[in-house]
């Protein structure tokens, strides 16, 4: 399932607080974005105890129990976990990563709250989530039954708030830097094929193995950062990150390039930050530049009167790396106002693929 639709996390711990409590919510979202530490977080803002059982390992008799003979009749047990005397959230993840069986098991106990002759405590709360189709997991169709009986809701990445947890949560100021700069890095589609890719989770990952090996005050070796970034997140932003790490001397470079104080690094040696100083310029003008020309406050209007000179600076250093800065891809393109000063200013510059 893929809705039209995607909330951040706290727009979803919003839909938590007021429809959880009634109807039985189902959470879809990327591997690793975040959606088991949401949970608990609602869980603990209603002061509940969160019981999680992982769909792709149950069983059916994981949650309607196994039968006991009482007298001339026999009756089933459910689960020491599920049959508590004290309210609680019960979090089913991975819930469409189950067989059809235990799903079938599920639907008493998601539409009743109820497992055989054991119903949960009044105040009880039943949250599922699962990854999408595309996601490339473990993933099986749910009946339409199931899916019928629940609330649905899909969640998306969002750096500032990320960004907020992570500063809060102490994760490695490199990873937080980089994010802050780079905050389009922070979750990357699931790739086809097996290898480590971008997710809060990832980053958070990267971040714990940084901080187990003393990264900061004492430098790393670069191959042992490289086994670090690669073993967590996307190739590309992998390479991204090492380049980041290598002008930690230098925080402000992009700031101070723009302004004018620095120039664009044009040492052959340091290709790869000169690289990763265009694409963060890129995605500055991305969020900075507004659609619509009319619409550009005082700062808008210098990035976009410095830009072109910069870009002009950028391509007598390396002319592939600028035309990287004005291309098109499949999903974010510069407004076409700025294109159209790109054409007129530095016509061979913007004659690029995709143009």
């Given at each position: 399932?893929?809705?039209?639709?995607?909330?951040?996390?706290?727009?979803?711990?919003?839909?938590?607080?007021?429809?959880?409590?009634?109807?039985?919510?189902?959470?879809?979202?990327?591997?690793?974005?975040?959606?088991?530490?949401?949970?608990e977080k609602f869980s603990m803002e209603v002061g509940l105890p969160c019981v999680s059982l992982l769909?792709?390992?149950?069983?059916?008799?994981?949650?309607?129990?196994?039968?006991?003979?009482?007298?001339?009749?026999?009756?089933?047990?459910?689960?020491k976990m599920i049959a508590r005397k004290e309210p609680y959230v019960l979090f089913l993840d991975e819930?469409?990563?189950?067989?059809?069986?235990v799903q079938k098991a599920f639907y008493s106990l998601i539409h009743e709250r109820r497992v055989g002759e054991y119903h949960l405590p009044a105040g009880s709360i039943v949250i599922g989530a699962?990854?999408?189709?595309?996601?490339?997991?473990?993933?099986?169709?749910?009946?339409?039954?199931?899916?019928?009986?629940?609330?649905?809701?899909?969640?998306?990445?969002?750096?500032?708030?990320?960004?907020a947890w992570a500063y809060e949560n102490h994760l490695h100021p490199w990873v937080t830097d980089y994010i802050s700069q780079r905050p389009d890095h922070l979750f990357s589609e699931p790739p086809k094929n097996e290898e480590p890719y971008s997710t809060p989770r990832s980053w958070h990952m990267l971040s714990d193995a940084l901080t187990e090996y003393g990264a900061g005050e004492s430098e790393l070796s670069e191959n042992t950062l490289r086994v670090l970034a690669f073993g967590c997140i996307s190739a590309k932003h992998a390479g991204m990150f090492l380049a980041f790490t290598k002008q930690l001397g230098n925080k402000h470079l992009l700031a101070d390039i723009i302004k004018g104080d620095a120039k664009w690094p044009s040492r052959p040696e340091d290709r790869d930050v000169l690289y990763f100083a265009a694409q963060s310029f890129r995605a500055r003008l991305l969020h900075d530049l507004p659609e619509n020309k009319q619409n550009m406050n005082r700062d808008a209007q210098y990035l976009a009167h410095r830009a072109k000179a910069l870009i002009k600076e950028l391509s007598q250093i390396n002319y592939e790396i600028a035309q990287m800065v004005v291309s098109a891809d499949e999903s974010e393109v510069l407004p076409d106002w700025f294109m159209v000063e790109?054409?007129?200013?530095?016509?061979?510059?913007?004659?690029i693929k995709g143009s």
């Open positions: 399932m893929n809705l039209a639709y995607s909330v951040t996390q706290n727009e979803l711990l919003d839909v938590l607080l007021n429809v959880a409590p009634t109807r039985p919510v189902f959470i879809w979202g990327a591997p690793g974005i975040g959606k088991s530490a949401l949970v769909g792709s390992q149950l069983a059916p008799e994981d949650i309607i129990g196994i039968p006991q003979i009482r007298g001339e009749t026999s009756e089933f047990l459910p689960p819930l469409n990563a189950c067989s059809q069986e699962g990854n999408r189709s595309q996601d490339g997991a473990i993933v099986k169709t749910m009946s339409s039954a199931l899916i019928n009986r629940m609330f649905h809701v899909q969640m998306k990445a969002d750096p500032s708030q990320w960004l790109i054409v007129r200013d530095l016509p061979r510059l913007a004659s």
